[in-house]
């Protein structure tokens, strides 16, 4: 069997990503195509309790160490427990955030430096990446806006981080999407959902092989 796609979602807070993976996984599956869809941190028994490390407000501020170790903790569990398990079994996987979080918040953001976090990537986690990230852009202030206005939830520690830190994060995704375009499709996530998807749709086209509609 075909080992399935490994596609990421990847974009600063209240760019929209919950209802983008949504209408991929929809569309995907109109294909034809078993999708699991999953997230970060998360996405396992263990990630979930560190997830509540990483964001809860009762942590009160982290080392930018600590945050990226429990960061690269849950992901282990995630790719060797569910990502590969998924794939090699010809499913389309699709995470809502993953390595490029790690580059843009705890690297480009707090500090780390970026290379170093790539390199533990490569050591640790067999250098695996996804064949396709869609990274959403929204300037760092709407988004903001969106995400704590939205009535969605309460705001996490790291949404809570103020807006010098959100411009970071969105400045380390640019240069991360220069840096590999052919794996990056960017789309500006204002706007009518239906139309981003389609936009996400056509860039993803041509980065991974989806079955013909009329099938
Ligand atoms: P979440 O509630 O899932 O936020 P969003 O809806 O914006 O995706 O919280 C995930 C938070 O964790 C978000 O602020 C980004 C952060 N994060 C990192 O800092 N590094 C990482 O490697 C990952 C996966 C997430």
């Known amino acids: 069997?075909?080992?399935?796609?490994?596609?990421?979602?990847?974009?600063?807070?209240?760019?929209?990503?919950?209802?983008?993976?949504?209408?991929?996984?929809?569309?995907?599956?109109?294909?034809?195509?078993?999708?699991?869809?999953?997230?970060?941190?998360?996405?396992?028994?263990?990630?979930?309790?560190?997830?509540?490390?990483?964001?809860?407000?009762?942590?009160?501020?982290?080392?930018?160490?600590?945050?990226?170790?429990?960061?690269?903790?849950?992901?282990?569990e995630?790719?060797?427990?569910?990502?590969?398990?998924?794939?090699?079994?010809?499913?389309?996987?699709?995470?809502?955030?993953?390595?490029?979080?790690?580059?843009?918040?705890?690297?480009?953001?707090?500090?780390?430096?970026p290379q170093k976090i790539r390199e533990i990537h490569a050591q640790f986690l067999?250098?695996?990446l996804p064949q396709c990230t869609v990274l959403l852009q929204i300037a760092p202030d709407q988004g903001l806006e969106r995400a704590r206005h939205g009535g969605r939830k309460q705001h996490d520690r790291i949404e809570s981080e103020d807006l010098a830190f959100h411009r970071r994060v969105y400045d380390g995704y640019n240069t991360l999407a220069q840096q590999e375009p052919e794996r990056f499709v960017l789309v500006h996530a204002e706007g009518d959902p239906l139309q981003i998807s389609e936009r996400i749709i056509e860039g993803l086209t041509k980065r991974i092989s989806i079955p013909d509609g009329d099938k």
């Open 1 to 76: 069997m075909t080992p399935g796609s490994f596609i990421t979602f990847e974009g600063p807070e209240g760019s929209g990503k919950t209802t983008q993976i949504a209408l991929l996984r929809d569309f995907l599956a109109s294909r034809g195509l078993e999708v699991v869809t999953t997230r970060e941190p998360g996405g396992t028994a263990a990630g979930d309790r560190i997830r509540s490390v990483l964001l809860g407000n009762e942590m009160g501020s982290l080392e930018p160490e600590t945050e990226l170790f429990l960061m690269l903790a849950q992901r282990t």
């Open 78 to 113: 995630h790719l060797r427990k569910v990502i590969l398990p998924a794939m090699n079994q010809g499913k389309t996987v699709i995470c809502d955030r993953y390595f490029d979080s790690s580059m843009a918040y705890q690297g480009f953001a707090r500090g780390i430096d």
């Open 126 to 128: 067999p250098g695996f």
